[in-house]
């Protein structure tokens, strides 16, 4: 393979030259590109083309040119070899198509998957349910995607053949990005808040953990046995195979920036990087190990895939960022070994012929008129080219003016291609004559058999008679005899002027005009309802919780229902615990009807805290003012603080910072009498105790120089108990002696 560098006008050149293909120009902001291969540019319109898919000759992908509106597309099937477009669907919400074989499959409006059948030139809508959808796949006639119909992200799977439809999961993890290759089906789930990639075997219905670590594994493809993806574990975006043979895993990519997107095709795998600044298309062979750079241009290309050999992408440009077109490059290489590359070569198979000279689609090396295009053999020798010849194996013939396959020389009519005789002389040449052998009858337009005299439908080879009159041929005519009806599409004996689904055998009337017939229409005179899945009696298209029997509103759209919501107008608040018109998420005590507020954070309830405003206090018990917590004497309101610890308050405390006293009754700065336990010298401020505690003048005690006289009698008399105690003590004793002195005889 090799890139080109070529302008506009030689590229459309040597295409339609060389190839005898009819192409769409390579637009002009990207004609100095390089790329892998022979490239062509689908689209060139201001717009926005992308999410292209390719099967062998084929690419399929979203068109937003007519609308203004990448939300609005089209459905666009493109033939590379023709450069012709067929349009599968029109002025429609549709993304992310994918072809394979003969099917098409693409999302509408993201709750609607489309099957196109190609051959039969058929588009069906698959499901009649409006969940969302994603993501579709297709290999042969098996279809998986991600759908969200039970509230979970799930991956189906559905076979076109046996009209089944299979869940693959079931869980509540989110999926994304499911492939499909033959009989595995492989997807991207976050488990563990990260995620890895899942492989589903179709023929036996197992389900493989392919990873299991604290990485996020993404965007998988799969060809055969190998499944190519985008990992993180290295702080980037890389690309990784998983060999499911081996079990083994490879890394392909080791560049600082990231590589993304992957898609694989036998040994060749094609991706996005990031590498150079902007967004470019790169490609990996696994059996050389080579990686090799496809883009070079300052434009924005990405989302790359791969069909044997034949890579697609998108392109978004620098001037416009509005404007996506499609880019398919075409591999080149010398298929038949010539030595002339198959880009330039007019006969890449055919290793005797490369060029043609007069563009006749004869190589020049068999061409008997090399330098004329119209002609290149001549078999029976008479000078006249095949072509132009007429009877190129007569040698008697070669001209037919009338060219109706008889020679001039033999033809009746020379001048009449389509009559050469006249069986039934009717004027009518037996060619043309449908009757050659009937003079009433000459034509037979629609060749049923029946002539045109007598045919009722002379253009229509299925029909003659029209018993009702109705304009229908009877046998096309489902009801031969009613005027008013010819067609029944569904089958279920309703015509289909009268039939309101037509191609439903299980609908044909719709009462209130909703789109839903009124045999699945819960709601039969109600436009706008018509599904009812909880059962509750409220639509689903104004139920709020369709799968909750039990609420139907939701006022304040907090996501609880009106029935169970405590606080219908709120849509902070559902729930009241305690019953006290403060919602649980407000209510700072959810379990206490009488409290529902803490100002201060303290644990206690505002409507009970004495101050509300101080984290350190609650409680008042005595009403003075100061918390329990820092009154000294909680239960006396006239008092609170000790400032001595003396058990005496400081507004009753006439020493407040002394604990020695505490009473001072004349106010004189003298304590009446030291506290209990205490004395001076336990005094912090020095004090004297007052002689005279009500008299605020004197405190210090006086000697009283009148009353001398006093002290000296009481000296007197006290001296003389002691000298008469004294006496009577002796004459006491000495009359005990005598008396135990013994008696002499």
């Known amino acids: 393979m090799k890139g080109l560098q070529k302008s506009k006008n030689v590229a459309i050149l040597i295409m339609f030259v060389l190839t005898n293909l009819t192409l769409i120009t390579i637009d002009n902001t990207i004609s100095d590109a390089k790329y892998f291969g022979i490239v062509q540019q689908v689209t060139t319109n201001i717009s926005q083309q992308h999410n292209p898919s390719i099967y062998e000759d084929i690419i399929v992908y979203a068109d937003s040119k007519d609308y203004g509106s990448s939300l609005i597309n089209d459905i666009i099937l493109f033939n590379i070899l023709n450069g012709k477009e067929e349009i599968l669907a029109r002025n429609v919400s549709a993304w992310e198509p994918k072809i394979h074989g003969n099917y098409v499959i693409w999302v509408e409006s993201k709750n609607s998957l489309y099957l196109h059948n190609r051959h039969e030139k058929t588009t069906t809508r698959m499901h009649n349910n409006e969940s969302k959808k994603f993501t579709p796949d297709i290999y042969d006639s098996v279809i998986v995607w991600r759908d969200v119909r039970t509230q979970n992200d799930e991956v189906y799977m559905y076979n076109i053949e046996n009209n089944t439809e299979t869940r693959i999961t079931n869980n509540s993890y989110l999926k994304s990005d499911p492939k499909i290759f033959k009989n595995k089906v492989v997807w991207a789930e976050k488990r563990d808040q990260d995620y890895d990639l899942f492989l589903y075997h179709i023929n036996n219905g197992t389900t493989i953990r392919l990873m299991n670590d604290t990485y996020n594994q993404n965007r998988p493809s799969i060809y055969d046995n190998k499944i190519a993806y985008d990992d993180d574990r290295n702080g980037n975006l890389d690309i990784y195979l998983f060999d499911l043979d081996e079990g083994k895993e490879t890394r392909i990519t080791n560049d600082t920036e990231s590589q993304a997107t992957p898609d694989i095709w036998g040994s060749e795998i094609v991706f996005t990087d990031k590498r150079n600044g902007n967004l470019d298309i790169y490609h990996y062979d696994l059996d050389s190990g080579d990686e090799t750079r496809i883009t070079f241009n300052p434009d924005d290309e990405f989302h790359p895939i791969i069909y044997n050999g034949t890579i697609c992408w998108e392109i978004k440009y620098v001037e416009n960022l509005s404007n996506f077109d499609i880019i398919v490059s075409l591999p080149d290489s010398d298929s038949d070994g010539d030595g002339v590359g198959d880009y330039y070569d007019a006969f890449p198979n055919d290793p005797t012929e490369w060029n043609d000279t007069d563009g006749d689609g004869w190589g020049d090396n068999r061409d008997v008129f090399p330098e004329d295009p119209t002609e290149w053999n001549d078999t029976d020798g008479d000078g006249w080219g095949d072509n132009r010849d007429v009877f190129p194996e007569d040698p008697t013939e070669w001209n037919d003016t009338d060219g109706d396959g008889w020679g001039d020389n033999r033809d009746v009519f020379p001048e009449d291609p389509t009559e050469w005789n006249d069986t039934d002389e009717d004027g009518w040449g037996d060619t043309r004559d449908a ?185 008042d018990t005595d009403g003075d003012g100061y918390g329990d917590n820092s009154d000294a004497f909680p239960n006396d309101p006239s008092e609170w603080n000790d400032t001595d610890e003396d058990g005496v308050g400081d507004k009753t405390d006439a020493f407040p910072t002394d604990p020695a006293a505490s009473i001072d009754t004349d106010g004189d700065g003298h304590p009446d009498e030291w506290n209990p336990g205490k004395s001076e010298k336990d005094s912090t401020t020095r004090l004297k105790l007052d002689a005279y505690p009500d008299d605020p003048n004197r405190w210090k005690l006086e000697e009283d120089k009148d009353s001398s006289w006093i002290w000296i009698i009481v000296a007197i008399i006290l001296l003389l108990f002691l000298i008469m105690g004294s006496i009577a003590m002796l004459v006491s004793r000495k009359k005990k002696n005598e008396d135990q002195k013994p008696v002499e005889e």
């Open 435 to 619: 009757f050659p052998e009937d003079p009433t009858e000459w034509n037979d337009t629609d060749e049923d058999g029946y002539g045109d005299n007598s045919d009722v439908f002379p253009n229509d080879p299925s029909e003659w008679n029209d018993t009702d009159g109705d304009g229908w041929g009877d046998n096309r005519d489902v009801f031969p005899e009613d005027p008013t009806e010819w067609n029944d599409t569904d089958g279920d004996g309703w015509g289909d002027n009268r039939d309101v689904f037509p191609e439903d055998p299980t609908e044909w009337n719709d009462t209130d005009e909703d789109g839903w017939g009124d045999n699945k229409d819960a709601f039969l005179e109600d436009p706008t309802e018509w599904n009812d899945t909880d059962g509750d009696g409220y639509g689903d298209n104004s139920d709020v919780f369709p799968n909750d029997p039990s609420e139907w509103n939701d006022t304040d759209g907090d996501g609880w229902g009106d029935n169970r919501d405590a606080f219908l107008e709120d849509p902070t608040e559902w729930n009241d615990t305690d019953g006290d018109g403060y919602g649980d998420n407000s209510d700072a005590f959810p379990n206490d009807p009488s409290e529902w507020n803490d100002t201060d954070g303290d644990g206690y309830g505002d409507n009970s805290d004495a101050f509300p405003n101080d984290p350190s206090e609650w409680n």
